[in-house]
């Protein structure tokens, strides 16, 4: 029996690093076709916004509803495993995030500045495919009412306590639309793999710390 298990086990964790395998070449393929997209200039799917992306030396980014993400996490595992950090932009003063590297009373589901275009080395900015203006202030209206819940450790899929992936998850499903490609505990890996997501910004820094941002203009 222990064998048995041992083989099980051993099975359920190569089918693990296969799935991160497979996440991990669709998130590079994405951001390929996203680099070829702004350098043919070609248009978004979803161009219906009346905010603008970004403003020329301004440290915002994102119209309201849009994704920050970023593969910077407390760990290298961890980013292989399940990415980074992700919210949910209000305006261009406030992102909705739950953050659990804080003291124990400030990780709770808050306002954060709009700084993600400074605040990380590598940046993503998802918006959801078709999605109207209508939907992204329902979207936000959902994140806003997930403030005060206190960061959730053990990643149950409730709204009781929540992670930082489950706010754009939950405000978008609130809205019509499942970002949760696998149906497992949704990820920021999950939410770059969706069909549904498509970046609209994307930016790297080399080991110079040169950054180079990708958008399509507006």
């Not at 076709?33 to 248009?43: K, L, T």
Request: glycine content about 6%; proline content about 4%.
């Amino acid at each position: 029996m222990r064998r048995l298990l041992g083989r099980i086990a051993i099975f359920l964790l190569l089918l693990y690093c296969l799935q991160i395998g497979g996440e991990w070449w669709t998130m590079n393929r994405k951001m390929e076709n996203f680099i070829e997209q702004v350098e043919a200039n070609r248009p978004l799917e979803t161009d219906n916004r009346t905010v603008p992306l970004l403003v020329e030396g301004e440290k915002h980014l994102g119209a309201p509803g849009d994704i920050p993400l970023t593969f910077e996490a407390l760990n290298l595992p961890i980013t292989i495993a399940v990415g980074g950090h992700s919210g949910v932009v209000v305006d261009n003063r406030r992102v909705v995030e739950s953050s659990g590297l804080e003291s124990w009373d400030k990780n709770i589901t808050k306002y954060w500045r709009n700084n993600w275009r400074e605040r990380y080395d590598v940046v993503l900015m998802l918006r959801v495919k078709g999605s109207t203006e209508e939907e992204a202030a329902v979207a936000v209206e959902k994140a806003e009412s997930l403030l005060g819940k206190r960061y959730d450790y053990l990643f149950n899929r409730t709204e009781y306590w929540i992670y930082c992936s489950e706010v754009p998850w939950i405000a978008w499903k609130e809205a019509g639309y499942n970002l949760n490609y696998d149906g497992l505990q949704v990820t920021p890996n999950d939410l770059l793999v969706s069909p549904k997501t498509e970046i609209v910004y994307l930016k790297v820094t080399d080991k110079e710390g040169v950054a180079k941002e990708y958008y399509l203009s507006e």
